[in-house]
C-alpha cells in the first residue's frame, strides 16, 4: 500500500495563530482529500486536491503531486478548529480504498 | 440533504459474540466503504460496496464481512468478538462513478464498539 506520513503529529496553537500541517505520499496518487475529526469523533471533509491550491475561508490546501505532498493551511485559528487532521490518498481508482496518515492533533486555546 | 447515518452510534458486547452495524447512505450515493479506527493502527480500509456488490477489501480476517442492499444501504458484520476489535467503525458514502472528483467521501458519525 501506500504510505502517508503527517506532520506535527500534534500542534497546540493559541486563538488567532496560523498552521500549516503536512502530508507525505511515498506514491502517485490520483485522488487526495483532507479531513477534520472533531472530539466526538466526526469526520468532515474539508477538501478533495489531488493537485493544485484550493481555498475555503480561512482554510487552504495545497498539494504538489510531482513531489508526493500536501499542504493544509489554517489561518486566524479558532478553539473549534481544534481536533484530528488527516489526509487520505487513493492511488489509482481503487475503489475508494483509501489510506490515511496518522493524523495531526491540532490544540486552539484561547 | 440527509448526511450519513449509522447505527447504533454505541454497542458493548463480549468476546465470543457477533454484531451487526448499519449505515445509510447520502441519498443517491451508491459506494459505501467501511473503516476501522483505533488509536494503536488508526483508520484501516475494510471494504467497499457497490451496486450489491464489494469491490474491494483491506486486510481483514474472514469474521469481517458486509453487504449492501438494493437502496445502497450497508451492513457490516464481525462475527467471534476478539477484544481488539474495540474499535470506532466509520462509513463513508460517495457517488461511486469513478470519476476522482465524484468520490468525495462523506463519513457518518461512526458506531463506537466496545468488546469486554
Known amino acids: 500500500g501506500i504510505q502517508v506520513e503527517q506532520s506535527p503529529p500534534d500542534l497546540i496553537l493559541q486563538e488567532g495563530a496560523n498552521s500549516t500541517l503536512r502530508c507525505n505520499f511515498s506514491d502517485s496518487v490520483n485522488n487526495l482529500q483532507w479531513f477534520h475529526q472533531n472530539p466526538w469523533g466526526q469526520l468532515i471533509n474539508l477538501f478533495y486536491?489531488?493537485?493544485g491550491t484550493k481555498q475555503n475561508g480561512r482554510l487552504s490546501a495545497t498539494t504538489v503531486a510531482t513531489e508526493r505532498y500536501s499542504l493544509l493551511y489554517i489561518s486566524s485559528s479558532q478553539t473549534t478548529d481544534s481536533g484530528v487532521y488527516f489526509c487520505?490518498?487513493?492511488?489509482?481508482?481503487?475503489?475508494?480504498?483509501?489510506?490515511f496518515g496518522s493524523g495531526t492533533k491540532l490544540n486552539v486555546k484561547p | 440533504k440527509a448526511g450519513v447515518t449509522q447505527t447504533p452510534r454505541y454497542l458493548i458486547k463480549t468476546r465470543g459474540q457477533q454484531v451487526t452495524l448499519s449505515c445509510s447512505p447520502i441519498?443517491?450515493?451508491?459506494?459505501v466503504s467501511w473503516y476501522q479506527q483505533t488509536p494503536g493502527q488508526g483508520l484501516q480500509f475494510l471494504f467497499e460496496y457497490f451496486s450489491e456488490t464489494q469491490r474491494n477489501k483491506g486486510n481483514f480476517p474472514g469474521r469481517f464481512s458486509g453487504r449492501q442492499f438494493s437502496n445502497s444501504r450497508s451492513e457490516m458484520n464481525v462475527s467471534t468478538l476478539e477484544l481488539g476489535d474495540s474499535a470506532l467503525y466509520l462509513c463513508?458514502?460517495?457517488?461511486?462513478?469513478?470519476?476522482?472528483?465524484?468520490?468525495?467521501?462523506?463519513f457518518g458519525p461512526g458506531t463506537r464498539l466496545l468488546v469486554l
Open positions: 487520505a490518498v487513493e492511488r489509482g481508482y481503487n475503489f475508494n480504498k483509501f489510506y
Open positions: 486536491i489531488p493537485s
Open positions: 441519498s443517491g450515493h451508491r459506494s
Open positions: 463513508a458514502s460517495s457517488l461511486g462513478t469513478g470519476t476522482p472528483s465524484a468520490e468525495t467521501q462523506y
